[in-house]
């Protein structure tokens, strides 16, 4: 059973205190560090896409209004430092009435691309939910079904939506995806980033 009508949520809403600033506008190999979740959830079809912002949505708006970022959806949490929970249930209440499946990510996921979220959105078959694994453990990027959002909208804390993924009631299938283990959370974790993107262009024929 396919999704016919899919809703894409990126979450953008945490203050990035281990970055010390506004890090989804940080520069990532020549663009902001958001741009890679916009650019590659822009070729899904989705129906909706939002960015659930918090933080740093006045810096994002105007980055968007500027031309900084592509155009997208941005939309404030005004609870968002009640948590990750807090902000994908109200991002989730954004949806819920225009989807039948919301896929969920993280804005700091600089590697994650489109083939790896369409084969995500492939992979939910049947099953409830369909979640990134790495690392030896489930995650986002995940697909979650309309029956599925009562439970979102629950949600509350840091944890995001990891209580759901490990949820044994439920029907959970996984896609191996190392691409979703990188994130950024501090400056040295960029620099780093940056540093190895450099050097593998250099290399290139």
């Given amino acids: 059973m396919s999704i016919s009508k899919l809703g894409v949520l990126i979450m953008a809403a945490g203050e990035s205190k281990r970055f010390c600033g506004c890090k989804q506008l940080a520069d990532l190999h020549g663009k902001p560090l958001i741009q890679n979740a916009l650019d590659e959830s822009e070729q899904l079809n989705a129906a909706k896409r939002i960015v659930v912002t918090g933080r ?22 005004p609870e968002w430092n009640r948590g990750l929970g807090n902000s994908i249930s109200f991002g989730v209440a954004q949806l819920a009435d225009q989807c039948d499946g919301i896929l969920i990510l993280l804005a700091d996921q600089v590697e994650i691309d489109a083939s790896g979220l369409q084969a995500l959105i492939d992979s939910l078959g ?62 040295d974790q960029l620099t780093a980033l940056n540093e190895k993107r450099a050097s593998s262009s250099l290399v290139r024929p």
């Avoid at 029907?171 to 501090?186: F, G, K, N, R």
Wanted: glycine residues 8%; hydrophobic residues 40%; charged residues 25%.
């Fill in 56 to 77: 740093w949505h006045h810096a994002l708006d105007c980055a968007k209004q500027e031309g900084a970022i592509p155009e997208c959806d941005l939309v404030f949490n």
């Fill in 126 to 187: 049947n099953h409830q939910i369909a979640c990134a694994k790495y690392n030896g453990t489930r995650g986002v990027p995940a697909l979650f079904r309309k029956a599925l959002f009562p439970e979102l909208l629950g949600l509350t804390g840091e944890k995001g939506a990891k209580p759901l993924l490990s949820n044994e009631r439920l029907d959970v299938v996984e896609l191996e995806m190392p691409s979703a283990a990188i994130d950024i959370d501090t400056r």
